[in-house]
């Protein structure tokens, strides 16, 4: 049973527009969320996160939307770039437990085309 | 800066061979996991560690045992390679101390002939 789900394997966005990537999550003790960027043969790189008691987190270009309702989260790139080109993987957690390991999704392949 | 070094980049091994991946890192981290990626199928969880000999089962243990003798270090020991654990392996590890942001190492691409 997959409790963090991306449903979009793939994505094309012209160079300048708004990249928009979403992430479904089944299991509601959930509480913090991270997003991490993987380019091919190397390992992920985090990009962002947000706790489940806010609803929204910007960190430059990347800003990370949670609706804790619809159990839904949503990561913005505006304005994409070429360089953005990569996997993005979302993955949860559970915040409480420290060593409770972080669940992915399958990842969602950005392509940012010039 | 945070370092979680693999002992190697690439591999190939044999059918049956017994294989050893390394990882160490070094920012002290209580938690160290190894996950393997697959195309269409994300990153899963093997085996992870919170502590020196300790280890728990992650989604996908089968034909996987790992060893922590020490901290920095969480090994990953494939006991009959086959064919089908032909995989991007990726190491990583966390404080596990309210702070979750789990840090990569750059990956072992295994290939199993």
């Known amino acids: 049973d997959q409790q963090v789900k991306q449903n979009s394997p793939s994505l094309s966005v012209q160079e300048g527009r708004i990249s928009i990537l979403n992430c479904d999550y089944t299991?509601?003790?959930?509480?913090?969320f991270l997003w991490y960027k993987k380019y091919p043969a190397e390992g992920p790189t985090f990009l962002i996160s947000i706790s489940s008691i806010k609803d929204k987190n910007e960190d430059g270009r990347f800003t990370v939307f949670l609706n804790k309702s619809a159990k839904h989260l949503s990561l913005h790139i505006v304005p994409s770039q070429p360089g953005d080109s990569a996997v993005y993987f979302c993955?949860?957690?559970?915040?409480?437990?420290?060593?409770?390991?972080?669940?992915f999704g399958k990842g969602t392949r950005l392509s940012v085309i010039a | 800066d945070v370092k979680v070094t693999q002992s190697s980049r690439y591999l190939v091994k044999r059918t049956g061979e017994k294989v050893f991946l390394e990882c160490v890192q070094d920012m002290d981290h209580e938690n160290m996991f190894w996950y393997r990626q697959d195309p269409g199928l994300g990153l899963r969880l093997i085996y992870f560690?919170?502590?020196?000999?300790?280890?728990e089962k992650g989604d996908i243990p089968e034909g996987y045992s790992v060893s922590r003798e020490k901290k920095e270090r969480f090994s990953l020991i494939l006991e009959s390679a086959s064919t089908n654990q032909t995989s991007m392996y990726l190491c990583?590890?966390?404080?596990?101390?309210?702070?979750?942001?789990?840090?990569f190492g750059q990956g072992t691409r295994l290939t199993v002939v």
């Open positions: 993955a949860a957690t559970i915040l409480v437990s420290g060593n409770t390991p972080l669940v």
């Open positions: 560690s919170y502590d020196v000999k300790m280890k």
């Open positions: 299991n509601s003790m959930f509480d913090y």
């Open positions: 990583a590890s966390s404080s596990g101390q309210g702070d979750t942001e789990a840090f």
